[in-house]
């Protein structure tokens, strides 16, 4: 097992291995579930990875199947360590959890952003500034508590074996001061140290390209070590997000990726840019309040 594997990973992997032993079997998960005395929703969701499966409902399932001995007991031990709790757990009330779990069993993130710079690349200020505005209902506490949440997850970016990450930015997320002029330029500096690490690679979309392949929104593309672990594409909307894992979806947004990256700055010229836009920034070429032409 990699050491990346998050609950999140193992859950997914037991889920897919359970369904192709049923399938192999022939059995149907009507009859699984009437053998289990549960629900055949409960199956499907286990087979689907969205709900934990116990070592015994695992060691249940396979005895159905007629798998017995080292297999057995390699899958039981995934049941276990899929229910284990990942370091985000505490804080499973401020943050998509699943999206989490899978960004940190990643090898490579592929992303466009439209509006904000990702949590993985934020300064803390940027962050702080940011869920105040689009999150006004919150307090103090949970607010710092979601800024926390996003510093812990960019030691992803460092660790011993680091998160192959690629970002296009359209323009739009340097030209708003978002936490006004000083946090934004420290924020625009910010982009450019983590550009030096050589795990990732920034990109700028600039405004001069004008219509293009990811206008209907952001999204973030997740591939996995194992080949047993197929890729995930988590598409954002105001209420969280889409997990999307069908090949059709997969290769549809990685040729938009594609497409979008073709059209951005080359890493060095968008590196340049943000460092200059960082000493002259867009918003103070245009002061509050002064006429639209």
């Known amino acids: ?44 969701r286990i087979e689907t990875g969205h709900t934990s499966a116990t070592p015994r409902d695992v060691r249940d399932m396979l005895r159905i199947y007629g798998v017995v001995g080292t297999e057995s007991d390699e899958l039981v031990q995934i049941a276990r360590e899929a229910r284990q709790k990942g370091w985000w757990h505490p804080y499973s009330t401020v943050l998509v959890g699943a999206y989490v779990g899978f960004e940190a069993a990643a090898g490579t993130i592929r992303a466009y952003e439209q509006q904000v710079v990702p949590g993985l690349l934020g300064t803390e200020e940027y962050a702080g500034a940011m869920i105040c505005a689009a999150r006004p209902d919150l307090s103090a506490d949970e607010v710092q508590q979601r800024v926390r949440v996003r510093m812990g997850r960019q030691s992803l970016l460092t660790q011993d074996d680091p998160v192959d990450l690629w970002v296009v930015l359209d323009e739009a997320v340097l030209s708003r001061p978002v936490g006004g002029d000083a946090v934004m330029r420290g924020q625009l500096r910010r982009l450019v140290e983590v550009s030096e690490l050589p795990n990732v690679t920034l990109q700028v979309l600039p405004f001069e390209v004008g219509a293009h392949a990811g206008m209907d929104g952001n999204f973030t593309i997740l591939g996995f070590p194992e080949a047993g672990d197929p890729d995930v594409v988590y598409a954002e909307n105001a209420t969280g997000g889409l997990f999307l894992e069908k090949s059709d979806e997969l290769q549809k947004y990685k040729s938009i990726f594609d497409q979008i990256r073709a059209a951005a700055m080359e890493p060095e010229e968008s590196i340049a840019h943000i460092a200059k836009l960082a000493e002259e920034p867009l918003w103070k070429w245009r002061p509050r309040g002064s006429p639209r032409t």
Request: aromatic share 0%; with cysteine; proline share 2%.
């Open 1 to 44: 097992m990699s050491e990346r594997r998050s609950p999140t990973i193992r859950r997914r992997r037991l889920g897919a291995e359970l369904r192709r032993l049923r399938d192999g079997a022939g059995i149907t998960i009507e009859a699984v579930a009437e053998q289990l005395e549960c629900s055949a929703s409960k199956v499907s």
